[in-house]
Structures are given as C-alpha cells and as structure tokens.
C-alpha cells in the first residue's frame, strides 16, 4: 500500500522526447509520446478509476475499471494500456463509463469480506476508493455466492501478511516482484474465480525464493498484503522523507510515524538512488532504534574490569576530557586519537575530524572506509583525479556491457542489484568476476555471459589480462586515449599491458581462469557499446587494492568508457555514508575535500576558520594506533559508531591494542564489542532521532531527517560539541545545517550545498558549486578532473599469504542480504529468521575430503588464528576456496583474518585467508574465551543498571 500521500498516475513516465497532443474531456494535454491515456487525463488534471494500474508498473489491463471513450473507436478501451496519440479525442466520464464501472466494482465487491472498519488499510485502501469513486450504492450479485472470505493469512513472514481473503487478482504484486525486485517469487495460480497469488510452488512466503524487499506490498491496492507493523499500531500520522542508514545505495524512504513511533518506512517514489524501491533492511530493519538493548545512560569506569557507573552526561563528557587531557600531558599530544563513523551524518563526520585537528591539537583521525574502500580513493585519485565513483545508479539504464568485479549487488546493494537486473533482462550483457558464484551469474531471466571464476587475490593479474587483450588484440579507443589521456603515462602501460606475461595464456595458472574466457570478456567489455564496471570489497581488500582500482580505471580509459551515461567505474560502498565520511576529511591525511594536510594553503583555510594551528603531517591510521598502543605510545581513542573490535582484522590484535589504552570513549546505540574494551560509554542516537545528510556511493548527498527525539538526549553531533567544549576547543552549533554550511564554506566541491537547495532539489550530487549548481550526475564528461587520464602501471605481485600444506585452502569474506555490516542492527530485528549465524561455506569436493557434512562443525585455523563454525557445503564455492560472513561477534570471523594489508592505504587483505578446516566437537579456545570475557562484561553492566535503579 501506498504512502498516504503519494500521487499515482497509473503507468510510468514516458521518456520519449517527442511530444503528441490530444484533447482529455475537452482540455488538450501534451505529454510525450509513449505516455498512457491514463496517465495524460493525470496530468490535465483527471483521475481515471484504476485498479491493476500504478505508476511503478507497466500496465497490465486487467481490471477494466479505466474504460474511457474515444471518438471515432469502437468499444470502451483500456485507458492504461492505450497510448496517447495526437489529435485523439477522450472521454474519461459519461452515464455509460459510469454504469460499467459500477459493474466491475460490483463483482470485486461481491467477493470481499466487508470488514472495512476493522481493516489495517482502511482510509488508505485503493478498492474503498475506487468503491467511493465510481458511486457504487449496490451489488446485486449479493455476498452468498461462492467467495474467498474464509481463506486462511499466510503470517508466516515477519513483516507482512498475506490475506487472500481481501485479494483482487490485480496482479501488482506479481509484476512488482518481477518489474522491481526482479526475484519472480509470485505468480496467479489457477484460473477464473479460483485464481490466486501463490508465492514459489504454492507454499508459504517463507518457504519461497522472496527476499522480503517489500515491492508487492508497496504495490499492492488492498489490505491483502499488509505490514505487520501498520496492522498492530494502525495507520500514521505523519510522515518524514529520511535516508535509509544501511548501504551505500541511500534509498529515500518516508517514514510514517505516530507520535514517536515509526509505524513503517514506505520507500519514497521520488528518491532519486532507489525510485520508489527498498530491500529488507532499510524497508523492515528498524526496530533495533527502539530494541531493550539500546544503551541510553552514559557511563564511566577506571579499568574495564571494574564495573560500569551510570553517570550524567555532563560527568561522562568531564571525565572523558579529563583523562584525554592527562594522557596528552603525561604521553604528549600525539597519544589520542578519534575514529569517525560511516553510519554517523556527514556534519558529525566533519565534526568528529574537527575535534581532532583541532581540540586534540593532532591528525590522529581515521575512518573505517580505513578497511573498505581507502584503496578507491587512493586508486581513483592517482588515475581520474577525484576519489569517487563516476556515475548515478540510473546509468546502468544505458549501460550494454556491465562488468561486476568483486561485488555482490543482489546481497550487499539489493535496490542497485534490482536496477541491474531490469537493465540484464532488457538485454545488456553481464561479466562477473568473482570467486563465487554469486546469484547474479544465475538468476532468474539473467544469465551472465562470462563468470571469471578467478582465485582470490589474483584480481591484478586478471585485469593485466584483460588489458593484454584489449591492447594487443587492436581493441583501444585511440581516440579518447588521444584527446583525454596522458600520452607518456598510456605509451608506457601500452608496453607493460603488451608483455606477454600479461596475456591470459600466461595468467591463467595463477588466477584459474581459461585464458579463453579471458579473451572473450576482454573483446565483450572494449566492443559491446556503452560499458560499465562496478566494483566492490573483493577488488579493494587485498593487499594490492589500491593496484587493482588502478587496474579496473585504466581499462575503462582504454575503451573510452568514462564521461557519459551507461559507462564508468562505480565503487559500491559498503555502510550508507562511507562516501561521506571520507569526503569529510577522516583520513588522517586529507582535510575535507581530499586535501593534503601538507598543503599549507589548505591548511590555512582551515586554521583561520577554525582558529587553531594544524599539524602539517598525517596522523596515525587506523592499524598504526593498534601498533603504537601496544608499543606505548597511545593511549586514548575517541570511537564514534564504530565497532572495530568486531569489524577490524585480526581480533586478538585488536584487542590486545585496545587492552593496552588508558581512555577508551566509545559513542554507540549498543555496548558494542568495542565498548567492552572502553571506559567512557556516551549513548548515540540512530538516523530516526538526528538531522543531517548521507552521501551514497553515488556521490548524492541527501538529508536525514529528525522523526523522533534522541532517545538519550543528544544527537551524535550534540555530544562530540560537548566534548569539544569541555577540552577546551569552543564548537557551537544550533542546528546541523550550520556545520554543513561551514562544509560548504570550506570546501570547493561543496560550495554550493545547503540545506535549503537539498530541500529544494530531494539531494545533490557533489562537486556542488558556482560551476555545477545542480550537481554533477556524471564525472569527467569534458576531461578528467586532474585534466588528463593517467594510465598507471599494475604489475601483479602474489599477495604473500600463501596456502601451504598446513593452511591449504583460501578463506574469503562477504556478505548476506539481510544481515549488516557487524550486525550490531539487524541481528535486533527479525531478520535473523533469513540468518541467524555465519557460516562456513565449503565446496563439496572440499568437504567430502574432509569428511564435512552440511551443518557439521568446522573448526578453521590460519596463521593468525582459530574458530568454529557451522559448515554449508555448496557449489558456489569454487575447490579450495571457503567463504564466510561476519555478521555474528561470535562467530569470530576476524579472529582468523590477518594483518596484510593493502600497499598504499592499509586497507585488510579481508579476502585472502590460507586456513585449513577440520571437523570439530567443541568451540575454539577463542570462543570460549569470548564467551566468558562477554559475560563478565555484561555482569560489568548489569552492575551499573542495578546501581542506577
Ligand atoms: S517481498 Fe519482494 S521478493 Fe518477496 S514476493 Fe514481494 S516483491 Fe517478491
Ligand atoms: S495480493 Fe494485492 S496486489 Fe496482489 S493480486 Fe492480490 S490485491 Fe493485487
Ligand atoms: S538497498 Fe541499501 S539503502 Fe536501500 S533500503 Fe536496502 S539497505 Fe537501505
Ligand atoms: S487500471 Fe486499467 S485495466 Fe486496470
């Protein structure tokens, strides 16, 4: 069902430039051509009565209900699947439409429990209006006839119901889930009067292939489809146009709420990343705002074996002042640091970074795109010149070749993997690079033309390979080379890409794929048309990163598919606002802006502005703190959203860094894992109780929107002001808009950013100044921002985690669709009833082997580590290759990776893991461990609530 106040104008929107004009009722409209009746009679003005029709959808015709007349044709056609013609002449009303009308109203009717006052939906249910619309009074076929009244609901999914009672047969939902999800879990079982949606093979909705994106309830016109939320707390009041806080799509939801309760997230149809779609997370996955474990009391502690003391916050924000301020006067100004949160706003980003620079006086400051995507901003920099992706998600529509490296869009993107989708139905040709089959390769009406099914951390010499092919096999579009690139720079990666070392007859023994199908993605991507690569973590967390989006950059440079729509490199960030945590300078190199801390013009803007002296050397990164705590040099870090302990590689290394500080402040929703290492915990607020932006990976900065009070009394940005102040270092903003105008003012990409023109325009994609006023949706359309292209050369050196007879196979990581990130959110919400563990994925030669059966306890062991999951054996596992999530602290994925890392960003090789794998009967030392470790420290809490209470 519908947003309360979304307008339908029945069919889609017609993106034919040329217009036709026609007369509706004795009014001339112009539309353009391709539009339906339908919805010109919308845009004059006119509802036409509808029910299988909705602007989401193509029109389908079956309900009869938008009958119109036309002069000169015969009948009564179909207002939404007839197109407008010029010179055609309407009539949407007359006694005759009207009495037909009622006929078909009237057999609907016949067939419907009349249970309206009782019903969910009622008040916002499109059969009532159209009951009310065409002046149904009577139904003369009676209610006793046979009828579906006493069908049983299908609950058996968490956040919506099925109640086939109150179905029309329309069909909405069946193409919805086709059209806009593109899963094909519904379909109109039998025939006539016994037709009915059937989700799979007739079970129940769980027991199908649904995703629980939520579409078919989105489409549906009645209450048969209905969110649990909206059937236990009745309709809203209100609603809010917010960004979703999970990925880094950044769909546009509206959140309906009464008085301080969401009563559900509708996906707002004129979002401009997700165009009126949603996934399970951000569409269902917000009850952890309001879940029992949400921490609101700040709290302090000496050691973190004492217990916790709730406190106010003006003693939590003094004591943690307090001690930063010993720890600089006893182990010098460089002995703290902060981390800055991809899930906070860009203003708290910004501030966390400030606060730094300027209150800790160092640039001791990281971010955890530190572990994502550090090696696209250092990769992109170097080649095109500007840190981001180069298109908006709507390019895909005019790509012909998409080539997905290392990234899992149906899992980790879901809304960017249905735009995908539709786009590979329609006919664009798909490569996947990936060591697994991912679903993309096979899914429904999709079929990729070419699997690289290559080893893990051999993407460098994969890409050589490809480049090989299209260097020697005379594939390169000279004449964008020419006009756009380096000369030198190109001559020289001509040469190197030409070495027959390169060529996928010498790369094929080290990355396993047939040089074959090699050769013929290479000819796919330089000659298919427009030609789009996407990319994710599988590219970026390997120790030659940086190296491989270097490699990925100057393929598309070589086929001159940068600068336009359908073509580009496109990072899929990980959390909702990586892209806008690194903008807004977390790096301890770069001021906002990606702008050298040496760089002393820079520099001086800031510190005039800010009115402090900044340190003209990059502070430590994320892994350098680790090292310097546990040499003794640093001592306290400010954590903002983030749960390193869980999310960096490496755990026990970790952990024994952060055992080794003195002040540890943790800001969370959740006494995360991280928090159990701290000694100052400030409660954080989710995106429901603050103002702010998100930036997705689409460079689109769009505004978060306050829908209810922070539940601990202050928004994140309210508390890093407070901390500022009580260092010393004065912040005083109102509003998080004055922060974005200081943003603005600061920094040229972001000139002309303001909420206002964000209020004016729905979002905006930076750069955002005097010279884009509207943003810029395409990068590099006239030349590349650094001016010219540069090629760079990326010879392929073997990662040196190598597997062994000891530690034989390769453990990589990833994702699912309903967990995220640490799970720190979902595992609070019902999506744990999709995955309620990590497991082990292991393919059956593999397991055979070992004598692993599905659902065996595996313990796996690396040179770093040990832990126990549960085994899935599956043939999306390549021989050799095991994969996991880790969503689950417990599960301690990360216990197992290393410290490799990326060569220029540091950046965890999280994707190459030798480890062996043996069935076991018991957790490992580690878990137990860490069980005993967790209950100590939630006993440490409990202490601090019975204390308070
Ligand atoms: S929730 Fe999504 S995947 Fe499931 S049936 Fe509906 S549209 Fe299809
Ligand atoms: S469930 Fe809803 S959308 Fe689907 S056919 Fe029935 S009434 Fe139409
Ligand atoms: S695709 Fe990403 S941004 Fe969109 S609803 Fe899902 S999690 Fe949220
Ligand atoms: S709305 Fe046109 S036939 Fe149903």
Redo the contacts with the bound molecule.
Sequence with gaps: MKSIDDIDY?TPRSEAEREVTLEIDGVAVTVPAGTSV?RAAMEAGTQVP????TDSLE????????LVEIEGRRGYP????TPAEAGMKVRTHSPRLAELRRGVMELYISDHPLDCLTCPTNGNCELQDMAGAVGLREVRYGFDGASHTAMAKDESNPYFTYDPSKCIV?NRCVRACEETQGTFALTIGGRGFEARVTAGTGGSFMDSDCVSCGACVQACPTATLTETSLIRLGQAERSTVTTCAYCGVGCTFKAETKGEEVVRMVPYKDGQANDGHACVKGRFAWGYATHQDRMLKPMIRARITDPWREVSWEEAIAYAACQFRRIQAEHGRDAIGGIVSSRCTNEEGYLVQKLVRAAFGNNNVDTCARVCHSPTGYGLKQTLGESAGTQTFRSVEKADVVMVIGANPTDGHPVFGSRLKKRLRAGARLIVVDPRRIDLVETPHVRADYHLQLRPGTNVALLSALAHVIVTEGLLDEAFIAARCEDRAFQQWRDFASLPENSPEATADVTGVPAETVRGAARLYATGGNAAIYYGLGVTEHAQGSTAVMAIANLAMATGNVGREGVGVNPLRGQNNVQGSCDMGSFPHELPGYRHVSDATTRGLFESAWNVDIQPEPGLRIPNMFEAALAGSFKGLYCQGEDIVQSDPNTQHVAAALSAMECIVVQDIFLNETAKYAHVFLPGSSFLEKDGTFTNAERRISRVRRVMRPRAGYADWEVTMLLSNALGYAMDYRHPSEIMDEIARLTPTFHGVSYDRLDELGSLQWPCNDAAPQGTPIMHVDGFVRGKGRFMITRYVATSERVNRRYPLILTTGRILSQYNVGAQTRRTDNVRWHDEDRLEIHPHDAQERGIGDGDWVGVHSRAGETVLRALVSERMQPGVVYTTFHFPESGANVITTDNSDWATNCPEYKVTAVQVMPVAQPSAWQQQYRDFNERQLQLLQAAGAEAG
């Design positions: 029945g339908m509808k029910l299988c029709a029109p389908f015709g079956s309900c009869r209900l938008c179909a207002s939404c699947t329309c």
